[in-house]
């Protein structure tokens, strides 16, 4: 396919980016009382969902690698909720929050966690690999790095078919320094292509720190070389979040091309179900858990401004529970694949 026949401009590198500002207080960032509780209520969702996954998988129902999202919810709910129904979202392994966060059935994720034939992909993909193309959802990618060309592919798709939409291409700290990131980078940068990079950075390769395995530990400047523009948001908090994601998004589907949002984040549990994680401190994730939980963070906010109070919370708990519970439900009785479906879906070369 012939590249979109747009003459790249010479751009300048961006300055470097200030620190992420003072976290801003209920109502703020044009955000209103009711989306403040939908963020809310996302995230809670996301954190539910996760904790059922990870009890599911100690019982053996759930095989192969889990991925929990467990302390990162405020990064995938302020960024989605940025974007419109038509625009493209790419990720990781770590991706039943994404899934969730573009509206995707509880129990179609859940069911295809335990293999089971009422999930997404039939039961054959599982944790890592699940795709939703009526919510423009691309996977899942349990190989490191590689959903980040195939998001720039999107965002050339857009460019290419002169829509406006925008590929929101989310990766990790792990996979900043891959090689197959930087040539994407620098062919979304010479094309003007329409996509979002969304660095999770929850400090940990599987057990490496960032700071081990990054020369530099800035990964929001790691497409200056190619004149992106990027900044470091504090993860954390879903306002923060929201609002560096709308900077992005509008630069983007500007024409204006790429934009780097490295999110500072944290996540609770392991890489993966079987890291028993020994190689930070139980202080470490006790000071998150305590002091920097997003979900809490927004509660206290929600409470301290007189949004809503405990027993509306605690009502939201109760309904959130039992959209977890009937998935897991459904997700059980759910029957296997056939094995007939062996062979579809089936991609073969002449």
């Known amino acids: 396919m012939a590249k979109p026949a747009v003459k790249p401009k010479v751009e300048s590198l961006p300055a470097k980016s200030k620190s992420p500002p003072k976290p801003s207080g209920p109502g703020d960032n044009s955000v209103s009382a009711e989306e403040l509780k939908s963020f809310y209520r996302n995230m809670l969702l996301i954190r539910r969902f996760e904790e059922r996954a990870g009890q599911l998988y100690g019982m053996g129902l759930i095989g192969g690698f889990c991925h929990l999202y467990i302390g990162q919810e405020a990064v995938v709910v302020g960024t989605q909720s940025t974007i419109g129904d038509e625009d493209a979202v790419i990720t990781s ?157 509008d630069h983007a589907r500007s024409g204006a091309g790429p934009y780097i949002l490295e999110m500072q984040t944290y996540r609770y549990r392991g890489h993966s179900m079987s890291d028993p994680a020994k190689y930070r401190t139980k202080e470490e994730v006790d000071k998150y858990r305590n002091e920097r939980d997003p979900i809490d963070h927004l509660r206290k906010r929600l409470l301290d401004a007189g949004l809503t109070d405990e027993t509306a919370l605690k009502a939201v708990d109760a309904e959130i529970r039992k959209i977890v519970n009937d998935a897991a439900e459904f997700a059980q009785h759910s029957p296997e694949p056939d094995p007939s479906e062996l062979w579809t879906d089936i991609l073969i070369g002449a």
């Open 93 to 249: 392994y770590r991706d039943h929050g994404h899934m969730l966060a573009c509206g995707m059935d509880p129990k179609g994720v859940m069911a295809e966690l335990t293999g089971r034939s009422g999930g997404y992909s039939k039961g054959k993909g599982g944790s890592m690999h699940m795709f939703s193309r009526d919510k423009h959802f691309y996977g899942g990618h349990g190989i490191v790095g590689a959903q980040v060309p195939i998001g720039t592919g999107l965002a050339f798709a857009h460019k290419y078919h002169g829509s406006k939409n925008v590929s929101l291409t989310y990766f990790g700290d792990g996979s900043a320094n891959q090689g197959q990131v930087y040539e994407a980078m620098n062919m979304a940068a010479l094309w003007k292509l329409p996509v979002i990079y969304v660095i999770e950075n929850n400090r940990y390769g599987m057990g490496t720190s960032v700071e081990r395995a990054s020369a530099t530990t800035e990964l929001y400047r790691h497409g200056e070389a190619f004149g992106i523009p990027g900044e470091r948001v504090d993860g954390m908090d879903v306002l923060a979040v929201r609002t560096a994601g709308e900077k992005a998004v």
